[in-house]
C-alpha cells in the first residue's frame, strides 16, 4: 500500500505564510508528478501547483509570486510553501503523486486525506 500523508495547515492572518509538508511511503518504486490542490466550501478542486520529478513547476494564477512548490526525492516528500496568505486561500489543501509501486508496472494517482488551511482577515 502507499499513503501520502499532510501536514502543516492551520490558521493563519492574513498577510502570514503556511508550509504544508506531504510525504508518500509504502512500497514505492517511483515518483513522477507531485501537486497540491485545494477546494473551497462550495467549489470544485482546482490544481495549485505542481512539480515533475525533473523539478519543473507550474502554479494557478492566483498563487503566483506567492507560494513556491518543492521535493525531496530522497524522502518522497513535497512542500508548499503559502506567503503572504489571503481570505481567498481559505481551503482544504490536498496533496496529490503520481506513483509506480514496486512490481506494478502502472502509474496510479493517489491523494492524501486533505489539510485545513484558514486565513482570517
Known amino acids: 500500500q502507499v499513503q501520502l500523508v499532510e501536514s502543516g495547515g492551520g490558521l493563519v492572518q492574513a498577510g502570514g505564510s503556511l508550509r504544508l509538508s506531504c510525504a508518500a511511503s509504502?512500497?514505492?518504486?517511483?515518483?513522477?508528478?507531485m501537486g497540491w490542490y485545494r477546494q473551497a466550501p462550495g467549489k470544485q478542486r482546482e490544481l495549485v501547483a505542481l512539480i515533475t520529478s525533473g523539478g519543473s513547476t507550474s502554479y494557478t494564477d492566483s498563487v503566483k509570486g506567492r507560494f513556491t512548490i518543492s521535493r525531496d526525492n530522497d524522502k518522497n516528500t513535497v512542500y508548499l510553501q503559502m506567503n503572504s496568505l489571503k481570505p481567498e486561500d481559505t481551503a482544504v489543501y490536498y496533496c496529490n503523486a503520481e506513483i509506480r509501486r514496486v512490481g506494478v508496472s502502472l502509474l496510479i494517482n493517489y491523494w492524501g486525506q486533505g489539510t485545513q488551511v484558514t486565513v482570517s482577515s
Open positions: 509504502g512500497k514505492i518504486f517511483s515518483i513522477n508528478a
